[in-house]
């Protein structure tokens, strides 16, 4: 807990005491019922066993949230705070006791929003929904479990973005916006637990609605478990690209976060950032396609062996378009080397007419180019790394994913090869021209009797 910024552990400390007061507060109200509280808060301890991990790190996702409406319905506002936090401090799995005790407050909170918001909305209230004004109260009931989402997502988020420095809306799109609709729908079964316990069944009605809650706890494992094979599927790609060209090892993983970087500083949404760091990171694929001996050739390529390798963008493309979840990142790889004056490949495609996602990766890709050392050149510095880029800006590149990472990278920083040189390159080593350098075009540029030399191709 002391690793935390004082921040963060002010905003856990009250979110702390505002939950016991109001525990304590609920526990010596008269007319508590602490057999149905035990009932339920052993039926939300089932549902809050196993949250699911998503994308985001720090933010995991319960079952436990049809319970909570359940205990809304049944129980009533005050009541409902003391299930959820009871349940919750149940948890069996490993973590500190601060954080332990931050979601079981957090949760108690958000039960008593929502069972205020259900007793005060037209229509609502535990006389409505015990006397069985359907489908009048059910509005009510959408509202109640819009509360608790709500005002959980927010007590929840808030300490993320103060420990990571996240915004909300990274956290949003991090994970929580695609089981939004899920979760809502699954309070159903709360609504269901809660008919059946008011209709006379009783406590039973736990044991009734175990099978469904297990169910959404399984759809909820399924998406984790889903999402933890689109990673794996991306890393077996990845290692089979850099098991045939050792050479680029690290860049597809740099190129990525290179990329992300850039797709901050212009807001792109966390969802999209995904998709672009599978882009990122699979924009090499291609090479797959190409002859080995050509990836590890050390020495200059000739115009038929540099065309074999101009086609790795088409061909990993052609490789990975049947992956549906790939989806935007698809046209990322296929374009990642146009060129914003139309001189690029493998469609000669200009300015915004190249995919956002390509042209973004196409300023990460030559960044990381130019960073890294090549067999027949040294690493340049970050600084000297940008002034190319600016320099190219306009003609190569999209101005706006210039100065994007010219920004992220200010703010982030990025570490060169430990021998980088701020040195000016030797025209001399653009005979082995390196395809992401944009240096290379100089040569390309300007007659061959200005060097003195054959133009000449490396692959990087």
């Not at 526990?27 to 057999?35: D, M, Q």
């Not at 044991?207 to 990673?231: G, K, N, S, T």
């Not at 990975?320 to 139309?342: M, P, Q, Y």
Request: with cysteine; proline share 5%; hydrophobic share 50%.
């Amino acid at each position: 807990m002391r690793s935390l910024p004082r921040s963060a552990l002010a905003y856990i400390c009250a979110v702390l005491l505002l939950a016991l007061l109001v525990v304590v507060h609920a526990a010596t109200r008269p007319g508590i019922n602490w057999v149905e509280i035990a009932l339920l808060a052993g039926l939300y301890w089932i549902g809050d066993s196993a949250p699911v991990t998503t994308k985001l790190g720090p933010l995991n996702i319960s079952t436990s949230f049809p319970v909570a409406v359940a205990a809304v319905l049944l129980v009533g506002p005050w009541s409902a705070s003391i299930v959820c936090v009871f349940g919750a401090l149940a948890r069996t799995q490993r973590e500190p006791w601060f954080k332990r005790a931050f979601n079981g407050s957090q949760m108690a909170l958000s039960a008593l929003a929502a069972g205020y918001a259900f007793t005060y909305f037209p229509g609502g209230g535990h006389r409505a929904f015990v006397e069985g004004h359907y489908p009048g109260v059910l509005p009510a009931v959408v509202v109640a479990g819009l509360a608790y989402f709500v005002l959980n997502y927010v007590l929840v988020g808030l300490v993320i973005s103060i420990t990571t420095h996240m915004p909300l809306a990274r956290i949003w799109w991090g994970g929580m916006s695609e089981v939004a609709a899920p979760s809502l729908g699954y309070g159903l079964i709360g609504l269901i637990i809660a008919v059946l316990w008011s209709g006379g069944v009783g406590a039973v009605a736990a044991l009734l609605v175990l099978a469904p809650m297990l169910i959404a706890r399984w759809a909820f494992q399924q998406y984790a478990a889903q999402h933890a094979a689109y990673e794996a599927t991306v890393a077996s790609l990845i290692h089979a690209v850099e098991t045939k060209d050792y050479y680029t090892r690290g860049h597809s993983e740099r190129v990525a976060k290179a990329s992300v970087m850039i797709a901050k500083q212009l807001g792109i949404r966390e969802d999209r950032l995904e998709m672009l760091r599978y882009a990122g990171m699979l924009h090499d694929v291609g090479k797959l396609g190409v002859p080995t001996k050509l990836l590890q050739k050390t020495g200059p390529l000739d115009d038929e062996e540099f065309a074999s390798i101009k086609l790795h963008p088409t061909r990993g493309f052609e490789m990975v378009h049947g992956i549906s979840f790939l989806d935007e990142a698809l046209l990322g790889i296929r374009h990642h080397h146009e060129r914003v004056d139309g001189r690029g490949y493998p469609d000669g495609l200009v300015g915004d007419a190249i995919p956002e996602f390509a042209r973004l990766i196409a300023v990460a890709d030559a960044f990381d180019s130019m960073t890294s050392t090549r067999s027949y050149r040294g690493a340049r510095s970050v600084d000297a790394a940008m002034r190319e880029l600016e320099r190219w800006s306009g003609s190569q590149f999209d101005p706006r994913m210039v100065d994007a990472l010219l920004l992220a990278v200010g703010v982030d920083g990025w570490e060169a090869n430990v021998d980088a040189t701020d040195e000016v390159i030797d025209p001399a080593m653009l005979v082995f021209r390196d395809h992401d350098d944009p240096s290379s075009d100089i040569a390309a540029a300007l007659p061959f009797e200005n060097y003195g030399l054959r133009e000449q191709q490396q692959v990087s």
